[in-house]
């Protein structure tokens, strides 16, 4: 029996120390894209608050010919960089058509090609600015690019290994230098998921995504009429990295912007995305696309037509430019910076995203279970051979539909789906692909048919564990009384789909990592919480370097679990552990009030949790 006030601290040393990826920092929040980097412009940025660049590397370019490197494109943003105070992101993109194994597949190529390059990188900007590298982004968007139907998009197939590979390059290089993904592009949010699935949790320190509308009623990032709400689609992408326990990589915006006419509703979009962002706690890096662009004509009204109206900095000349129109967006910039220089904890709060369902849609033998198709409208048999989880799964082959009956719905509420398809290409990943659509209809109009974002086809899934991968979307279903969900093949090949889920999806107040915290127990969520249910976030921050324990006690002063045993904490920041509901015997306790104590260089913490069945 231990009270609370009285610990005695217990050294394990067969318990592993914590560790974890680079930390949030939000002390350099302000980042831009560019294609070229002029020092008059890049003197603007500075002025703007901006000194983060985001450097785009065309491995295509630089080494054009295996071995031979032309740095022309690198030497300027790094140089000019170094005289304005800011570091820089590289983003490695494209491949030469030497390295590639496939020439029509821009990532076919071996993972020790694309890692040679990145210690010549390195090692070039090393030599040239110290310490002026923050970050590398492994590869831009070619991963969820629009090459539709082509199985370079699918991780699977080539992306997972390329980043396990780069990660552990770059940190061998310096361990300090963050490790980015490629830019999530067009709502593509199953790739962070399908990266999870492939073991790729460690091997990056930020999650990374592209916001880019233009032209149309998506443009408003904070428009809760259709799925591109910008506060959702970060929330989700947060929400994704939370349900498997990745809490210590944060989000980075690496492209948002807005191709609009109307300079003012360009600035006004912007600083929503910025306030949304600043106040989610999770994103510690946004960078507005693009700085400049060239093609402006002074003498023409309204500079002509010749440019680039999603930028920032309107000019002649990109590279040597004689004239700068700086934009809305910039002195918004300007005038945002100076109000807010850094983020960090005090501007958190929930973000507002699109309204959940209020309760799940119960599928009738959503896992074929029953041996039969009821339930399913269209599949071509029930497999009791080739299934994800329990006895049997819904089997299809060619061109043919795997479809649920209709199901009554919660109008304009969101919904989430998720399922487990396996496919079985006949001949090769490109010659057969599955679609997930929803099939909706309103008060008996329809149906009607809805894509969602950037699943373009799903290939064959042999590079998956045990075959499967998880399908999964959100869904808003605006002018929708009822809906199915339907998998649709094209080609010739066969698919199976199992374990099919329709639930609301009610995203609650996320994990958050960051530093400059001051030690103690932040919150545990939920609180209280049903242990059959779920199990309890708990988090805590470490101010510096220091030697932890924390435990759960119940109101006696009576250990109850002991989470982390007594180690030390080298890395400050936000950490979190999960409580289960579980005495140190694996016995779920009862229901009741309990004491968690956080103790810190042998100061304690403590935090009421509530526990109910």
């Not at 260089?601 to 509530?610: G, L, Q, S, V």
């Given at each position: 029996?231990?009270?609370?006030?009285?610990?005695?601290?217990?050294?394990?040393?067969?318990?592993?120390?914590?560790?974890?990826?680079?930390?949030?920092?939000?002390?350099?929040?302000?980042?831009?894209?560019?294609?070229?980097?002029?020092?008059?412009?890049?003197?603007?940025?500075?002025?703007?608050?901006?000194?983060?660049?985001?450097?785009?590397?065309?491995?295509?370019?630089?080494?054009?010919?295996?071995?031979?490197?032309?740095?022309?494109?690198?030497?300027?943003?790094?140089?000019?960089?170094?005289?304005?105070?800011?570091?820089?992101?590289?983003?490695?993109?494209?491949?030469?058509?030497?390295?590639?194994?496939?020439?029509?597949?821009?990532?076919?190529?071996?993972?020790?090609?694309?890692?040679?390059?990145?210690?010549?990188?390195?090692?070039?900007?090393?030599?040239?600015?110290?310490?002026?590298?923050?970050?590398?982004?492994?590869?831009?968007?070619?991963?969820?690019?629009?090459?539709?139907?082509?199985?370079?998009?699918?991780?699977?197939?080539?992306?997972?290994?390329?980043?396990?590979?780069?990660?552990?390059?770059?940190?061998?290089?310096?361990?300090?230098?963050?490790?980015?993904?490629?830019?999530?592009?067009?709502?593509?949010?199953?790739?962070?998921?399908?990266?999870?699935?492939?073991?790729?949790?460690?091997?990056?320190?930020?999650?990374?995504?592209?916001?880019?509308?233009?032209?149309?009623?998506?443009?408003?990032?904070?428009?809760?009429?259709?799925?591109?709400?910008?506060?959702?689609?970060?929330?989700?992408?947060?929400?994704?990295?939370?349900?498997?326990?990745?809490?210590?990589?944060?989000?980075?915006?690496?492209?948002?912007?807005?191709?609009?006419?109307?300079?003012?509703?360009?600035?006004?979009?912007?600083?929503?995305?910025?306030?949304?962002?600043?106040?989610?706690?999770?994103?510690?890096?946004?960078?507005?696309?693009?700085?400049?662009?060239?093609?402006?004509?002074?003498?023409?009204?309204?500079?002509?037509?010749?440019?680039?109206?999603?930028?920032?900095?309107?000019?002649?000349?990109?590279?040597?430019?004689?004239?700068?129109?700086?934009?809305?967006?910039?002195?918004?910039?300007?005038?945002?910076?100076?109000?807010?220089?850094?983020?960090?904890?005090?501007?958190?709060?929930?973000?507002?995203?699109?309204?959940?369902?209020?309760?799940?849609?119960?599928?009738?033998?959503?896992?074929?279970?029953?041996?039969?198709?009821?339930?399913?409208?269209?599949?071509?048999?029930?497999?009791?051979?080739?299934?994800?989880?329990?006895?049997?799964?819904?089997?299809?082959?060619?061109?043919?539909?795997?479809?649920?009956?209709?199901?009554?719905?919660?109008?304009?509420?969101?919904?989430?789906?998720?399922?487990?398809?396996?496919?079985?290409?006949?001949?090769?990943?490109?010659?057969?692909?599955?679609?997930?659509?929803?099939?909706?209809?309103?008060?008996?109009?329809?149906?009607?048919?809805?894509?969602?974002?950037?699943?373009?086809?799903?290939?064959d899934t042999r590079n998956y564990p045990g075959g499967w991968?998880?399908?999964?979307?959100?869904?808003?279903?605006?002018?929708?009384?009822?809906?199915?969900?339907?998998?649709?093949?094209?080609?010739?090949?066969?698919?199976?789909?199992?374990?099919?889920?329709?639930?609301?999806?009610?995203?609650?107040?996320?994990?958050?990592?960051?530093?400059?915290?001051?030690?103690?127990?932040?919150?545990?969520?939920?609180?209280?919480?049903?242990?059959?249910?779920?199990?309890t976030r708990i988090i805590y921050g470490i101010e510096k370097?220091?030697?932890?324990?924390?435990?759960?006690?119940?109101?006696?002063?009576?250990?109850?679990?002991?989470?982390?045993?007594?180690?030390?904490?080298?890395?400050?920041?936000?950490?979190?552990?999960?409580?289960?509901?579980?005495?140190?015997?694996?016995?779920?306790?009862?229901?009741?009030?309990?004491?968690?104590?956080?103790?810190?260089?042998?100061?304690?913490?403590?935090?009421?949790?509530?526990?109910?069945?």
């Open positions: 029996m231990k009270n609370i006030l009285s610990i005695v601290f217990i050294v394990s040393l067969s318990i592993p120390k914590i560790t974890g990826a680079q930390v949030t920092d939000y002390s350099h929040p302000y980042g831009i894209c560019c294609f070229n980097w002029p020092l008059t412009v890049c003197e603007k940025f500075k002025s703007a608050g901006i000194d983060r660049y985001r450097i785009m590397c065309n491995w295509s370019v630089i080494e054009s010919t295996d071995n031979i490197f032309n740095w022309s494109s690198v030497a300027t943003p790094i140089d000019n960089a170094s005289i304005t105070g800011a570091r820089v992101s590289l983003c490695v993109y494209d491949s030469p058509l030497w390295s590639r194994e496939i020439t029509d597949k821009s990532l076919s190529f071996q993972p020790s090609k694309y890692t040679e390059f990145l210690t010549e990188l390195l090692r070039y900007c090393e030599n040239r600015h110290s310490g002026i590298v923050e970050a590398v982004e492994i590869t831009n968007e070619e991963p969820t690019a629009d090459n539709y139907l082509s199985y370079d998009r699918d991780p699977s197939w080539f992306y997972a290994n390329i980043l396990k590979s780069a990660y552990q390059t770059v940190k061998s290089f310096n361990p300090n230098i963050l490790v980015v993904i490629d830019g999530i592009w067009q709502s593509a949010f199953h790739h962070l998921d399908e990266l999870y699935q492939l073991g790729c949790k460690g091997y990056f320190d930020r999650i990374n995504y592209h916001w880019l509308m233009h032209e149309g009623y998506n443009e408003d990032p904070s428009n809760k009429t259709n799925i591109w709400h910008y506060p959702t689609a970060i929330r989700y992408l947060k929400y994704i990295a939370d349900e498997y326990k990745d809490y210590t990589s944060s989000l980075w915006i690496t492209a948002y912007g807005f191709r609009l006419d109307n300079e003012q509703k360009k600035s006004d979009y912007s600083k929503f995305v910025l306030d949304t962002s600043r106040e989610s706690g999770f994103i510690d890096r946004i960078n507005y696309y693009v700085g400049i662009t060239g093609g402006y004509n002074q003498s023409l009204p309204d500079g002509g037509t010749n440019y680039d109206r999603i930028s920032m900095i309107y000019t002649d000349d990109e590279t040597n430019p004689s004239l700068l129109q700086l934009t809305s967006v910039y002195y918004m910039y300007t005038e945002y910076t100076a109000e807010y220089p850094e983020w960090g904890a005090k501007y958190f709060r929930v973000i507002d995203t699109l309204p959940p369902a209020i309760s799940d849609i119960n599928l009738t033998n959503s896992g074929f279970e029953t041996g039969t198709n009821i339930g399913w409208d269209s599949v071509y048999s029930v497999d009791n051979i080739i299934k994800h989880s329990g006895n049997y799964s819904g089997k299809q082959v060619s061109t043919g539909t795997i479809r649920t009956i209709f199901y009554p719905c919660e109008q304009d509420k969101l919904y989430e789906i998720i399922a487990w398809i396996k496919i079985d290409a006949d001949n090769g990943s490109d010659s057969y692909n599955v679609r997930p659509y929803i099939v909706y209809r309103n008060n008996g109009a329809g149906p009607y048919w809805f894509s969602p974002p950037n699943y373009y086809g799903v290939v991968r998880k399908i999964r979307y959100y869904y808003l279903s605006s002018n929708a009384t009822e809906f199915a969900v339907e998998f649709s093949g094209s080609g010739n090949g066969i698919f199976w789909v199992d374990d099919l889920i329709v639930k609301s999806l009610t995203m609650t107040s996320p994990v958050v990592t960051g530093t400059g915290y001051k030690s103690g127990i932040f919150y545990n969520f939920p609180n209280p919480f049903n242990p059959n249910k779920q199990s370097q220091s030697k932890i324990s924390l435990r759960i006690y119940n109101i006696n002063g009576e250990l109850i679990r002991e989470l982390i045993p007594q180690q030390e904490i080298t890395i400050p920041g936000r950490y979190g552990i999960d409580w289960d509901g579980r005495n140190d015997s694996n016995q779920m306790v009862a229901s009741g009030v309990y004491i968690c104590c956080l103790v810190i260089n042998d100061k304690p913490y403590t935090r009421k949790i509530a526990l109910i069945k």
